[in-house]
């Protein structure tokens, strides 16, 4: 299967930004739009971002548009996740996996906490 794992977390304060990193093995990468999630304590995991397999087309929830971007690079399996003007709202551990149908399985997240 797939193995996900996602780097660049941390301590930041508001309006700091971040970069997260997600390295996926295997060649299923590059044939599949991929997406950044995020889970803040006591909520459900939410999409933030979602490129195509091409990298030609992003989404991004509205919370978070003008703000953060993803791009990716198909060559080292890797998408990325920059994050810019952070918000206390922003804390949550972030994860990668397929977009817009996640696989049934997470790899152990990036956790990114914002102080106020």
């Known amino acids: 299967q797939v193995q996900l794992v996602e780097s660049g977390g941390g301590l930041v304060q508001a309006g700091g930004s971040l970069r997260l990193s997600c390295a996926a093995s295997?060649?299923?990468?590059?044939?599949?739009?991929m997406g950044w999630y995020r889970q803040a304590p006591g909520k459900e995991r939410e999409l933030v971002a979602g490129?195509?397999?091409?990298?030609?087309?992003?989404n991004y929830a509205d919370s978070v548009k003008g703000r953060f971007t993803i791009s990716r690079d198909n060559g080292k399996n890797t998408v990325y996740l920059q994050m810019k003007s952070l918000k206390a709202e922003d804390t949550a551990v972030y994860y990668c996996?397929?977009?817009?149908?996640?696989?049934?399985?997470w790899g152990q997240g990036t956790q990114v906490t914002v102080s106020s």
């Open positions: 996996n397929r977009f817009p149908t996640p696989l049934g399985y």
């Open positions: 490129i195509l397999s091409s990298g030609g087309s992003t």
């Open positions: 295997g060649s299923i990468f590059s044939i599949n739009a």
